[in-house]
Every structure is written in structure tokens, then in C-alpha cells.
């Protein structure tokens, strides 16, 4: 990544214009050409640098359901639960912790009903408790990653 | 706001991204027989209602170098939630601060804070100062750093 790169990287995670010709202004603000800004998103998207380029959408606005979810699994049997939990696409991710509750994953669901359903079954197949902890309060969202 | 079913196949259609191409939102209406201006108006209500948080990037912040990943918890007073959740929400290398329930006797902790930086000896740095400034040496913690992620992804809609 170089200086360009990386300023379109702290830019364009603050928003994105919704206009006709959104990537020539954007690339306007940036002294790029379109044809530039265009090429190199494809590039950092290739690269898997970028995850995706387009809307960040709100969950529960959507009406849908979001939560927290951690689970304390035994190192040996780590894989096969993680195996296992992965494969519900309502897991959205998925990390390992330093913590007796070990496992933590995000759990999003089209509607909030949907949610202890899931729960229900990932403890079913597992075998394990899940904790779940959906936000209660939110005190604040600014994930921004300056590169 | 009440959402059309045309505004779902809007937000389908563009939940893995934008099209590169100089009018995106023309091409998009395209493929869903609505005219450039109509897709505009609707992803920038949508945008508006706070449906779409934001458009543009989203990172794979590992791949950027983000690799010391911390989820810091606290046991806070019920009473003191508020305020330390303003605080600590506030400083500028927490990514995003929650009340969760806790889920007792298990978990104890009902703040949780993310901060994401480059090398955990720093993180823990941060998390030290902030400790000391803010006067939380009472406030019991833990910082959780995150080890190997098995999926990343957004949620689905559709």
C-alpha cells in the first residue's frame, strides 16, 4: 500500500458519495483520477485488503437480530465445535479468546425471534452452553482503521 | 420508516458491494428496473434513517496490520455505568463500547470496549494510561485479545 492507497483507505471509510458520478468525486477530493480510484479498489478488494466496498447496513434497523455469543470449550475439542459453529450462516464471526469462555461469535439473524432458535440448536449440536450478550447500551460505534 | 419490498431487493442487491464502474447506481437500477435517480433517492433515505450506517470501505483490519485485537471488559457498578461508558467510549483508541447483560456466575463483566492496534505490548499500554487517568483501578477488568478468527464476515440480508 502506498501514500495514495492509504489515503483512500482513511477516506473512503468515512462515507462515499451517493451521486451519479460517486467515484469521480470521490477521487476528485482525493487529486485521482476515477479510472485510478477505480483501479485501485479493484486492486486492495484483490488483495483482500479490503473486505467489501458498499453500504454498512444496521442491523436491528433492518429489523433483524444481532448478539454477542461466547462459549467455554475444552482445547481438544475446540476444533470440531468451531467446525460446527462456522457452518450456521447466521454466524457472521468468529474469534478465539484468551478467557475460559474461549469462543466468541457474532450471531446475526433476520429476525430478533430467530435468535434463540439459533442458540438453541448450536447447544443442541454442540453440546455446550452458549452466553449470549446482546447490547444492551451503545455508548459508542466509531470503527475506523487508520492506515 | 416502512420499507418496500423494492428497498429489500435494493439492499440485496448491493449488500457485497458497489459496482466499480463510473455510475454505479445506474447499473444497479439496471439489473432491478429502476432508473439512476429512484436508486439514489432510496440508498440515500435509507442512508438517512440510519439503515445504512455508511457506504465505502470496510477493512480486513488484519491485513492492514490491525493484529492486537482487544476486547477489554469491566464489572462496573450499575449505578456508574453511564458515566464510564461516556468516558470510556469517548477515548479515542476504543473502536466501540457496549453495555451487555452479565451472565452471572460465569460473567461478571457488563462493559465491553474494543481497541484495535498493531502490537499488544502498546494495547496494553493504552489500556494501563486509561486505567490511570480515568480513575478505574477500582473497576475490575479484563482484556480479552482475540487469537485465531475462523470466519469473517457481514450478516446476510435478503
Known amino acids: 500500500m502506498d501514500a495514495i492507497d492509504r489515503a483512500i483507505v482513511n477516506r ?45 447496513y444496521h442491523a436491528e434497523r433492518l429489523g433483524g437480530g444481532l ?30 479468546r484468551d478467557h475460559r469462555l474461549n469462543m466468541w461469535f457474532v450471531l446475526a439473524t433476520e429476525t430478533p425471534e430467530r435468535i434463540p432458535r439459533v442458540l438453541e440448536e448450536i447447544e443442541r449440536i454442540t453440546g455446550y452452553q452458549v452466553y449470549d450478550m446482546p447490547k444492551e447500551q451503545e455508548f459508542f460505534v466509531g470503527l475506523k482503521f487508520e492506515v | 420508516m416502512v420499507l418496500s419490498d423494492r428497498d429489500y431487493r435494493l439492499i440485496e442487491a448491493i449488500q457485497d458491494g458497489l459496482p466499480l464502474s463510473s455510475r454505479p447506481y445506474a447499473d444497479i437500477g439496471a439489473r432491478l428496473q429502476m432508473d439512476e435517480q429512484a436508486v439514489i433517492e432510496r440508498i440515500a433515505a435509507l442512508q438517512e434513517e440510519g439503515i445504512i450506517k455508511r457506504m465505502g470501505i470496510v477493512v480486513r483490519h488484519h491485513e492492514l496490520g490491525y ?30 463500547c457496549y453495555q451487555r447483560p452479565r451472565r452471572l456466575p460465569e460473567w461478571p463483566y457488563n462493559l465491553f470496549c474494543m481497541i484495535h492496534g498493531r502490537d499488544r505490548g502498546r494495547v496494553l499500554e493504552i489500556i494501563d494510561e486509561m486505567i490511570a487517568s480515568h480513575d478505574l483501578r477500582e473497576i475490575p477488568h479484563k482484556v480479552l485479545f482475540s487469537g485465531r478468527r475462523f470466519k469473517q464476515r457481514g450478516a446476510r440480508y435478503q
Request: aromatic share 6%; glycine share 4%; proline share 7%.
Open chain 1, 67 to 96: 448478539s454477542l455469543c461466547a462459549m467455554s470449550i475444552p482445547a481438544d475439542d475446540f476444533e470440531r465445535v468451531a467446525e460446527q459453529v462456522n457452518a450456521f450462516p447466521e454466524v457472521a464471526h468468529n474469534y478465539q
Open chain 2, 67 to 96: 493484529t492486537a485485537n482487544a476486547m477489554v471488559v469491566w464489572d462496573v457498578p450499575d449505578e456508574r455505568l453511564e458515566e464510564i461508558g461516556e468516558q470510556l467510549g469517548a477515548q479515542p483508541c476504543v473502536t466501540l
Open chain 1, 12 to 56: 473512503l471509510q468515512e462515507g462515499f458519495p451517493i451521486a451519479a458520478h460517486p467515484y469521480r468525486e470521490a477521487a476528485e477530493a482525493l487529486g485521482i483520477s476515477e479510472e485510478e480510484l477505480i483501479r485501485r479498489l479493484n486492486r486492495m478488494l484483490e488483495r483482500k485488503q479490503l473486505s467489501r466496498f458498499g453500504p454498512m
